[in-house]
């Protein structure tokens, strides 16, 4: 009898040791959690988060750049595949994190072939960006909600009008918030009446909801997935705003300041700048003769619109309209001697 089984036994001795030796090789190649741009969170979750969290985007229905553009994956240089609408995203740790209160700052950039406004180039890279907080405990089950909202709209130029909001105001804590894309220069902006500002070039009209095929995660700067190497070209700004973040604290205060139904001016001290731009829409000699009565104007009238805009309700437009006529009033004869030498006339949705 042993003579008859000791060969099944020695076999099944070998096929165990053989499966041992393959779960041993097997588990450094597929870990329970990868997290590919070792960034401390999980593909799932990032995935998950961007998928939760992915803004209604507004586009114009004849932006002269189409809709957002796909790139060619491991491909250094930023290489348009196709213009059908897709959004990349970044999910990361806040800074503040902590196990009993997670937070993560997630980033959806809207890519285009070209900025074809005035001033336009190849290439145009744009985002909105969210911060999110976890219930605590195992961040698998957390429930997470939006904080607050973040949208560029010409950041880091002298009509940088990018703007900071609570999720609360916005209706957006469990969900995307609804993002008007400004057509041709693509600034990103938290309500549809706000698309008027940045030096008065920008104009929200026949838009149209975006069709996203799919959302892709960028990974990290250093450590790209899904093949986004392009991030680190400098044919554009992408890892340097990748790098950074949306909410600082200084932002944060300022706006916690402010009445609940507010969005607060990311850098709300360019504005009377803007204002000059706005009213002239131009270099000229008519500015050289006003500028200076124009610009005192605008400082004595700026501070009605130079920390937050009223978006409470259906309100928006009324509390819009008060200040900007407040301005303009303020600017008197300086504004309409700058319109009348450029050839600008008063519509009721252009400034003067």
Known sequence: MRSLFLPRILSLCVLAAAVG?????QVPVLPLQIDTDGDGLSDALEQALLVQFAPAFMVGRHDCSDVPSEFFPDVSTPTVKVQDGTIYGQVFPAKGSTTETPLVEI????????????????????????????????????????????AAAHENTVCDVSQISRASTLKAQDRGAKVWISPGKHASYLNETLCQRGCGADRCREMVALDSPRLI??????H????????????????????????????ISRLELLPPSDIAWFNPGRHPAQGVIAVSSSTGEAIAQSGRNTTDAISSAGNSTDSAISVAGDSTGNALQKSYHKTVHALGTSSRHVGDALHLSSKPDEPE
Request: neutral net charge; charged residues 15%.
């Open 21 to 25: 030796s393959l779960a041993q090789r």
């Open 107 to 150: 980033h959806y950039y809207h890519l285009w072939r070209t900025d074809c406004g005035p001033h336009g180039h190849p290439l145009d890279t744009e985002h909105v960006a969210a911060l999110v907080r976890g219930s605590g405990g195992d961040s698998a089950s957390d429930k997470w909600k939006a904080v607050y909202w973040y």
């Open 217 to 222: 995660n960028l990974g990290e700067p250093g």
């Open 224 to 251: 790209p997935m899904n093949g986004s190497v392009f991030i680190s070209s400098n044919r554009w700004p992408l890892a340097e705003k990748m790098q950074a973040s949306n909410f600082p604290a200084v932002a």
